[in-house]
């Protein structure tokens, strides 16, 4: 929602999808914001990497939602992005209830 406001789109969007794939939750947030630059992707579940301005931000937002939360209920996150178009984060974890194997797979 920051990246939205602060890109100056004037179609400001967030879709959230979700669905059940075989005992695996899926959670899809998308945002028309202004996407995240290649120079950026690979840094952006980092602690405290922020592209945000001195004092707006810490940069642990998506670290904490990548290893504490995701991670650690034996999920994933990824991003799917385009500079200057959109940002769309994939979220996947076990449905509660659902066996897990070893592979950390659905059973």
């Known amino acids: 929602q920051q990246a939205i406001v602060q890109s100056g789109v004037s179609k400001r969007r967030i879709v959230i999808r979700t669905e059940d794939h075989d005992g695996w939750a899926h959670l899809e947030v998308e945002d028309s914001g202004p996407g995240v630059a290649p120079e950026h992707e690979a840094k952006l579940f980092q602690p405290f990497y922020t592209t945000k301005p001195v004092g707006e931000g810490t ?3 998506l670290s ?8 650690q209920h034996g999920g994933s996150i990824d991003v799917e992005t385009e500079a200057g178009a959109f940002c769309e984060f994939i979220i996947v974890l076990p449905r509660a209830g659902a066996p897990l194997a070893k592979s950390g797979e659905p059973s």
């Open 64 to 71: 904490i939602s990548h290893d504490v939360i995701v991670k």
């Open 59 to 61: 940069g642990l937002g």
